[in-house]
T-cell receptor, first 109, second 115 residues
Framework: GQNIDQPTEMTATEGAIVQINCTYQ??????LFWYQQHAGEAPTFLSY????GLEEKGRFSSFLSRSKGYSYLLLKELQMKDSASYLC??????????FGSGTQLTVLP | GAVVSQHPSWVICKSGTSVKIECRSL??????MFWYRQFPKQSLMLMAT?????????EQGVEKDKFLINHASLTLSTLTVTSAHPEDSSFYIC???????????FGPGTRLLVL
């Protein structure tokens, strides 16, 4: 089975940098995803890591360490619109996604 | 990214009736589609995985006779909630993936309220 842990809530200030951590224990691993979900909407894809290291995409970066079962999502130059829930999800052997409980990020002015 | 649509976006029905939700991949062929359910303030829970032309694989605890899934074509999957009850009220979200690609693209979701 899969077990995924991420903080429930985080708060940061507009223009700052925030790092959202995710740890996982898995019986099968085909990569780790980060999704953003605004209230009442479906998740939107942010990043996918299958190899160790940092993937950078604009203001968002994602890091993976498979040996440590650890990932983080880094958001730079925070904007008010970044207030959302951020979901860490692990892809299993049959490509099914197991989601963490999500981290609710609040960006303050 | 690839686009997935769902219809209807929201539905209200009486207890005991059946509701069908459609999930379409608009600009790619979804060889595999997934159905998730999300209760308020909770994360997405996978209900079932369906491959085009095959029977769906249901997650533990999900009743296959209650949640009927059909994936008859590479662009359409349907979820029918049979004999819906108030506890089935939830946000139902589908996703699709194509070929060997790992990324799942999500539909906008369908909010179901059973009275």
């Amino acid at each position: 089975g899969q077990n995924i842990d991420q903080p429930t809530e985080m708060t940061a200030t507009e223009g700052a940098i925030v790092q959202i951590n995710c740890t996982y224990q898995t019986s099968g691993f085909n990569g780790l995803f980060w999704y953003q979900q605004h209230a009442g909407e479906a998740p939107t894809f942010l990043s996918y890591n299958v190899l160790d290291g940092l993937e950078e995409k604009g203001r968002f970066s994602s890091f993976l360490s498979r040996s440590k079962g650890y990932s983080y999502l880094l958001l730079k130059e925070l904007q008010m619109k970044d207030s959302a829930s951020y979901l860490c999800a692990v892809s299993g052997s049959a490509r099914q996604l197991t989601f963490g409980s999500g981290t609710q990020l609040t960006v303050l002015p | 990214g690839a686009v997935v649509s769902q219809h209807p976006s929201w539905v209200i029905c009486k207890s005991g009736t059946s509701v069908k939700i459609e999930c379409r991949s608009l600009d790619f062929q979804a060889t595999t589609m997934f159905w998730y359910r999300q209760f308020p303030k909770q994360s997405l829970m996978l209900m079932a995985t369906s491959n085009e032309g095959s029977k769906a694989t249901y997650e533990q605890g999900v009743e296959k006779d209650k949640f009927l899934i059909n994936h008859a074509s590479l662009t359409l999957s349907t979820l029918t909630v049979t004999s819906a009850h108030p506890e089935d009220s939830s946000f139902y979200i589908c996703s699709g993936t194509s070929g060997d690609q790992e990324t799942q693209y999500f539909g906008p979701g369908t909010r179901l309220l059973v009275l």
